[in-house]
C-alpha cells in the first residue's frame, strides 16, 4: 500500500527557521515525483514545487522560487520543504504527494500525505 | 501567470446532477484532473486525463473536456458528496502546474 506519512505539527515565531518531513512507503520512492502543495487557511491549493528523489531534480513553481527548499533522501524515502526565516503569511497546511508524471504536462497527485499544519505567530 | 477559472460555489439535490466547469486557455493542450477535498482531510483524485477514472472512485463522477473548458459531472449527487473540487492542469509549455481556485459543492 502505498503512504506518503507527514511529520507533525508545527508553531514557530517569525525568523525562525522550519524542515518538515514526507516519509513513503509502499513503493519506490526514488522514481516517482514527490511534489508540495499549500493551502492557507479558508484558501485554495497552490503548487509550489516537486523533487524527483532518483536525482534531486527539483522544479519550483514561480511564485515560490527563492521562498522555500525542496530536498529529498532517497537512502531513507524521505522529502523535505524547509524555509530559513519564516513569516506569519507561512501559515498554512503543507500537503506532499506523488506525481506518477513528470512536472509539469500529463502529470497529476495520486496520493496524499496527510498534510502538516504550520503556524507562524509572534 | 497562467490561470484556471472555476465557480466558487454550486448547489444541487440530492439524486440530482452537479456540473462543474474549469476554464484555462491551455486546456485544449494539456489534460485537466480532478480531486475533491472534505473538511479535515487531504485531497482525493476523482478523474484524470479529462474523463479516466481512478480505481475506486463511484462511476457518478464523469469527467469531459470541449475546447477550453473540462467540466466535472457528479450524477445522482448523494450527501457525501458535499465537498470542495479542484482542477489541476499545467501551463501551455508544460512548465507549472496549476490549480484552479476550487468549488463548493452543497448538496441541498
Known amino acids: 500500500e502505498v503512504q506518503l506519512v507527514q511529520s507533525g505539527a508545527e508553531v514557530k515565531k517569525p525568523g525562525e527557521s522550519l524542515k518538515i518531513s514526507c516519509q513513503g512507503s509502499?513503493?519506490?520512492?526514488?522514481?516517482?515525483?514527490i511534489g508540495w502543495v499549500r493551502q492557507m487557511p479558508g484558501k485554495g491549493l497552490e503548487w509550489m514545487g516537486a523533487?524527483?528523489?532518483?536525482?534531486?531534480?527539483?522544479r519550483y513553481s514561480p511564485s515560490f522560487q527563492g521562498q522555500v527548499t525542496i530536498s529529498a533522501d532517497k537512502s531513507i524515502s524521505a522529502a523535505y520543504l524547509q524555509w530559513s526565516s519564516l513569516k506569519a503569511s507561512d501559515t498554512a497546511m503543507y500537503y506532499c504527494?506523488?506525481?506518477?508524471?513528470?512536472?509539469?504536462?500529463?502529470?497529476?497527485?495520486?496520493?496524499w500525505g496527510q498534510g502538516t499544519l504550520v503556524t507562524v505567530s509572534s | 501567470s497562467y490561470e484556471l477559472t472555476q465557480p466558487p460555489s454550486v448547489s444541487v439535490s440530492p439524486g440530482q446532477t452537479a456540473r462543474i466547469t474549469c476554464s484555462g486557455d491551455a486546456l485544449p493542450k494539456q489534460y485537466a484532473y480532478w480531486y475533491q477535498e472534505k473538511p479535515g482531510q487531504a485531497p482525493v483524485l476523482v478523474i484524470y486525463k479529462d474523463s479516466e477514472r481512478p480505481s475506486g472512485i463511484p462511476e457518478r463522477f464523469s469527467g469531459s473536456s470541449s475546447g477550453t473548458t473540462v467540466t466535472l459531472t457528479i450524477s445522482g449527487v448523494q450527501a457525501e458528496d458535499e465537498a470542495d473540487y479542484y482542477c489541476?492542469?499545467?501551463?501551455?509549455?508544460?512548465?507549472?502546474?496549476?490549480f484552479g481556485g476550487g468549488t463548493k459543492v452543497t448538496v441541498l
Open positions: 504527494a506523488r506525481l506518477p508524471g513528470v512536472p509539469a504536462a500529463d502529470c497529476y497527485f495520486d496520493y
Open positions: 509502499g513503493y519506490s520512492f526514488a522514481t516517482y515525483w
Open positions: 523533487i524527483y528523489p532518483g536525482d534531486s531534480d527539483t
Open positions: 489541476q492542469s499545467a501551463d501551455s509549455s508544460g512548465t507549472y502546474v496549476v
